[in-house]
């Protein structure tokens, strides 16, 4: 995905699939240019670039 694309979800908790259908639930912590990172309901935080995100879904208010 394009920065641009992903920067709205800063913050927020989403489902994220990965080009390598490596998925996550995750908050979205920080996104630049270069690099986007998240920490995953099991604690694991994880950077990767925006080209290597697939898809991110929001998730509803109020719940993980």
Known sequence: ???????????QWVNITLVSNFWYR????????????FVSEDGKTITVTPDAILMIIPKMAGGR
Not at 1 to 11: F, K, L, R, T
């Open 26 to 37: 995750a908050k979205i912590l920080s996104v630049t240019q270069q690099a986007v990172k």
């Open 1 to 11: 995905m394009d920065y641009q694309s992903i920067i709205i979800y800063e913050g």
